[in-house]
């Protein structure tokens, strides 16, 4: 059975939230308890947002919430109220297994399989807690014993909106928490524009607005704090390397450490210049791929429409996502990689050659 979900927009059944699952986990977490909640490597908006949305509004009930993430992530998203509590796995991992180690209940957020944390997994699993996932990608496969999966929802943070309405529905969500839960939904629909965006997702956005919170804030953090060094590496990236198969409606930018190097890069830089080749007219999908510290390569895939990069990335490059953006890896070098890339193309070239441009 469903929950029903009182919400200042009213009445909603979300059918995710397990109506005997909620009720246990209410239970649970109705004394103090000792809380982790983690997120996915390389975090990115939707993944801060509801690691710190969910953490500012356990935190306001009284538990002893602490924030894990496996990896650094952009400066562009280190505004939200709790930023400054989230522990990096890679800097302090003593302290973060010493943390996963005491907590009695974790929340996994935004990842569907344990990989996605890369090196943390061990930590993040092996331990007495109780797991709890909430995300919206599909095919969950993380070892949890409560697993809120909705993948027709835009993002985690609207999924995270609907839970704290759930267990307290007596809560007077405050600006902080709806600043966090903004940014991730405003991130993971491009501004409210792709088509996961709903009436009911803008009706949320209404209520997040309705707490007073600063909506400027999150859109001048996000979009116009680029480094020069930023502007002109994406300016170079369009300019020198965008490749276009125009066959296959399709677009590529492959980049070497070398070149992030000449322009100072800093993580989160690549973010956002895989989208700027389906702005083209016809262009159907885009990938970008960079040449990674340790070898191989990272994947960022999106397109537009009906063609899957979930499947393409899946079944080519170790990958998975969502329908119109996903990522994989490649363990080979650059130059293997666009060409493995094109046998996919090839593989593809009915549903690719056929889409209406
Ligand atoms: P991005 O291109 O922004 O890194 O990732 C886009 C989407 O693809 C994300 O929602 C993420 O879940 C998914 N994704 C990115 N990299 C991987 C990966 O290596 N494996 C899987 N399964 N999904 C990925
Ligand atoms: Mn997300």
Partial sequence: MSTFVKTPIGLRMIPVFNHAHIQELKQFLSVPRKVAITTHYKPDGDAIGSLLGLYNFLHSQKHKVKAIVPSDYPEFISFMKGNDKVLNYQLKPKQAEKYFHEAEIIFCLDFNEQSRVEAMQHAMMDNKAVKVVIDHHIEPQINAQYVFSFPQSCATCELVYYFIRILNPEYKMNADVAECLYTGIMTDTGSFRFSSMSADTHRIIAALMDTGMNHVKIHESVSDTFTEDRIRFLG????????????????YIALTRTELEQFNHQTGDTEGIVNYPLNIKGVKMSALFTEKEDGGVKISFRSKGDF???ELAKKFFNGGGHHNAAGGRFDGNLDECVEHFIGALKFYKDELQNVTP
């Fill in 236 to 251: 170079y990236c369009l300019r020198e390397k965008m490749q276009l198969i125009h066959a296959f409606h399709a677009s």
């Fill in 308 to 310: 899957s990069v979930r």
